[in-house]
């Protein structure tokens, strides 16, 4: 457990995820192939969504894989890797760590403490997905290997909220377990800041492998 934490201490993972629903490159074949070019310039890890991807990136690179699932229903706040099910499918499909979600408000299937027990007793990792600090000063006290930014600015109490959350990596490097620094993550500046604020690892997706928003980003400063 604790040598895939250490093989991606410093390291930059790139998150391969279709955001936008009506993307061409949704498919897993398409997404595990932007992962594996990202690892031509250096990444040392990726995240996914999806066993499907999953599976095909673990056959291509032997680097570690972190495995989400979301989960399409509408009506609860939790939606990153939520059944057994979805637990059991990455840990097939060879993932190294599972990210769930781990912030405050409802979901739709068991519990941060009863996944993260399912992620241990396969030998997996846990990294829980937080917004603030007493979410993950619960999740570390329910399991969680790693707290990771990720939903900073994604939930109710944090809407607006300045990412990537710098200060909050602060607050969390007491805790004893990593802090992965995630969310907002678009500039070599950032990913300095990430690690010197005491990131152990530094998550980046969509500047990297999301084409329709790095190309509005640019069209939106075209003058006039």
């Known amino acids: 457990m604790t040598d895939v934490i250490a093989r991606l201490a410093r390291k930059l993972i790139v998150s391969s995820q279709a955001m936008n629903p009506l993307s061409p490159l949704r498919a897993p074949e398409t997404l595990s192939l932007l992962a594996q070019a990202a690892a031509l310039g250096g990444a040392g890890g990726f995240r996914v969504d999806g066993a499907a991807v999953a599976r095909l990136l673990k056959t291509a690179s032997p680097l570690p894989v972190i495995g989400i699932v979301k989960d399409e229903r509408k009506g609860f ?105 995630e969310g907002g993550v678009w500039t070599p500046e950032h990913v300095r800041e990430s690690f010197a604020a005491g990131a152990h690892a530094v998550v980046c997706g969509s500047a990297i492998t999301a084409p329709d928003i790095i190309t509005s980003r640019l069209v939106a400063a075209i003058p006039g």
């Not at 405050?104 to 603030?132: K, N, Q, Y």
């Not at 993950?136 to 809407?159: F, K, N």
């Open 77 to 181: 706040d939790n939606y990153i890797t939520t059944s057994l099910e979805d637990v059991a499918n990455l840990l097939d499909a060879g993932v190294e760590i599972v990210a769930i979600q781990a912030t405050e408000g409802t979901r739709p299937g068991p519990s941060f403490a009863a996944l993260a027990r399912a992620v241990h007793a396969r030998g997996g990792v846990v990294m829980a997905d937080i917004a603030t600090r007493a979410e993950a000063v619960l999740a570390v006290a329910q399991g969680a290997d790693i707290v990771a930014t990720t939903m900073v600015g994604h939930t109710r109490q944090t809407q607006g909220a300045h990412r990537p959350p710098l200060d909050l990596v602060a607050e969390l490097l007491d805790l004893k377990v990593p802090v992965f620094v």
